[in-house]
């Protein structure tokens, strides 16, 4: 966009303010509408604002029990997976970014594999494999469903961050005598640890919300925060319940928008899509 | 590369190590869980579906529970919904995203960068959150409705439990991806020629017909395949959303495995998802693939 010019002085940019205030209406108005429920402890048709504010309802939502185990077992799921998956991730991702071996292309599309198939019917015929292997229902049957999840942005994305490290620097340092480790340390891994860490955040985050997979394999045994949400809604409880929760799920999701716009913002998230 | 770093081979020197395969085992694990969890279970779900185990015992050839898929009204009634939910999906995102991508592509400023933020937005609320926001604002009594009758006018036919649901869902869901697509298909259109183009008198709708959308064609197939696969086995949106009856194929598969405990029937329905999405499947490893090539 930056090749644009501004737009001519004196003239208001009508089709930019109307989108602005459409996207403002479909979008931000219904987050503020849950964030409001979260905060209200009467709010009686057809009252425009709540009758009442407070914090009641958080006292309650938080003093469930089934609320802190979800909690924690999606804690649990997602530093597990996230940990088990930059562990064998990242070793491949320089693997691909750096050295050449027999099938390294056929290799590296083939993690594309699982996004070019409909996501919940792979997930079926996943699931139909884990009966047989008496995996439904624990906990690493929804751990190594959520890791092949992760695999794609886990090495595409620092693929693309090892292979934008200046690799003259590293061969200058090589030059005047630096071991490979300490180049790695010092070189390759300030340049593309952001982007890595961004990579990895993503991943944490991805898999904290995953519901697809955990509802399908974990059911009824391993119950996570989102697939509680989903109870919560269908067995239209008290209505607070699910914009607290919602209030506070969205708590990582806003860190991983902090942290994640280095990434998108560069355009090669979009291309990592095919666009 | 220098004599001394010939001298000082380590095995993470590509140079020296061009023929042996270290890489191989480094990619090992990853490379591995795919053909276990992505490649074997389509194989297996294609197989276990074709060649069933008869009465006698003996494995032979059959289309038993495919025919019964597309002899069945209920069976048919959750494709054509699933169908036509995925169809209108694609629509609305063509006609909301790409007017959207238009206007960022060819304008800068403080607005423009608003904008975007805003459509990139949904990408950062959860599936699951943004059906109770769904419910709270278009459900009944929800929030339009308290709005609409705070300014006099009758209450909407609430979309919640309709296909509708899942249909608005799903688009609010799907928006920020088709828009970064297409931006990034719009960033191939060079400014010169819009410009010479409007300098021979062309108006806006000719540049947009004629210049403009030829040359992002692959990006408007590539958002088409991406939301289409997203959107065809969705699960979430549809199961809390839309209609009990008849369902979207996600949350009936769901149903089939769990509820009615039938993986077989399971399976077949995920192989008849896969054979409707096929062509999106192989546009899109195609054109991903080519763009990782350049």
Redesign the interface.
């Known amino acids: 966009m930056a090749a644009t010019l501004p737009a001519p002085r004196g003239r208001i940019d009508f089709v930019g303010i109307g989108f602005a205030i459409a996207l403002s209406v479909a979008i931000i108005f219904p987050l503020i509408v849950v964030g409001t429920w979260a905060f209200t402890e009467v709010w009686r048709y057809p009252n425009i604002v709540p009758q009442q504010f407070g914090l009641r309802f958080w006292n309650q939502t938080l003093s469930r029990a089934d609320v802190w185990s979800a909690l924690t077992l999606s804690l649990q799921l997602s530093t597990v997976v996230t940990l088990l998956s930059a562990a064998i991730c990242l070793p491949a991702a320089y693997a691909f970014a750096r050295m050449t071996f027999p099938g390294r292309n056929v290799l590296f599309f083939s993690f594309l594999a699982g996004h070019a198939f409909p996501k919940f019917g792979l997930l079926v015929a996943i699931a139909a494999i884990f009966l047989q292997l008496n995996l439904i229902g624990t906990f690493w049957g929804v751990v190594l469903i959520q890791l092949v999840g992760t695999l794609l942005f886990m090495i595409w994305i620092p693929v693309a961050a090892f292979q934008s490290v200046d690799r003259r620097m590293e061969e200058a340092a090589r030059d005047v005598g630096a071991s490979p480790l300490r180049v790695f340390w010092s070189i390759t891994l300030p340049q593309a640890g952001p982007t890595i860490a961004a990579a990895v955040l993503l991943s944490f985050v991805g898999t904290f919300y995953e519901t697809e997979g955990a509802w399908l394999i974990g059911a009824p045994g391993i119950r996570t925060m989102p697939v509680l949400m989903i109870t919560f809604i269908n067995n239209q409880m008290v209505i607070q319940y699910g914009a607290v929760l919602s209030v506070l799920l969205w708590v990582p999701s806003f860190i991983a928008l902090m942290f994640a716009r280095r990434v998108i913002g560069g355009g090669a998230f979009a291309r990592g899509f095919g666009g | 590369?220098?004599a001394?770093?010939q001298a000082s081979a380590?095995?993470?020197?590509?140079g020296e190590?061009?023929r042996r395969?270290?890489?191989?085992l480094?990619?090992a694990?990853?490379?591995l869980?795919?053909?276990w969890?992505?490649?074997?279970?389509?194989v297996?779900?294609v197989g276990?579906t074709l060649f069933q185990r008869s009465d006698e015992g003996a494995i032979e050839f059959t289309l038993d529970t495919y025919l019964f898929f597309f002899s069945d009204r209920y069976s048919l009634d959750n494709l054509t919904v699933t169908l036509w939910t995925t169809g209108m999906c694609a629509l609305l995102l063509f006609v909301i995203c790409l007017?959207?991508a238009l206007?960022?592509?060819?304008?800068?400023?403080r607005?423009?960068a608003?904008?975007q933020s805003?459509?990139?937005?949904?990408?950062?609320?959860?599936?699951?959150?943004?059906?109770?926001?769904?419910?709270?604002?278009l459900g009944p009594?929800?929030?339009v409705?308290?709005?609409l009758?705070?300014v006099g006018l009758p209450k909407i036919r609430t979309p919640y439990l309709t296909p509708w649901g899942p249909v608005i869902g799903l688009v609010?869901d799907n928006i920020p991806?088709t828009v970064?697509?297409?931006?990034?298909?719009l960033?191939n259109v060079s400014?010169q020629a819009i410009e010479a183009a409007r300098d021979v008198g062309a108006r806006w709708g000719q540049v947009l017909w004629h210049i403009i959308l030829p040359r992002i064609g692959n990006?408007i197939l590539?958002?088409l395949?991406?939301s289409v696969?997203?959107i065809?086995?969705?699960?979430?949106l549809p199961?809390?959303l839309g209609p009990a009856a008849p369902e979207m194929?996600?949350p009936f598969?769901?149903r089939t495995?769990?509820d009615v405990n039938d993986?077989q029937m399971?399976?077949t329905?995920?192989?008849i998802?896969?054979g409707f999405?096929i062509v999106f499947?192989?546009f899109?490893?195609r054109?991903?693939?080519r763009?990782?090539g350049k």
């Open positions: 590369m220098t001394v770093s380590r095995p993470l020197d590509q190590n061009r395969p270290y890489g191989l480094l990619v694990a990853p490379v869980l795919v053909a969890l992505v490649i074997w279970p389509i297996s779900a276990r007017p959207i206007y960022l592509r060819f304008s800068a400023g607005l423009p608003y904008v805003l459509a990139i937005f949904p990408m950062f609320v959860p599936s699951i959150i943004l059906s109770y926001a769904f419910i709270r604002v009594n929800g929030m409705d308290i709005l009758n705070a609010w991806l970064l697509i297409l931006l990034s298909g960033g400014n990006s590539v958002a395949s991406f696969l997203g065809f086995s969705s699960f979430t199961y809390v194929m996600g598969m769901q495995f769990r993986p399971a399976i329905q995920a192989v998802t896969f999405c499947g192989l899109y490893v054109s991903v693939a763009n990782q």
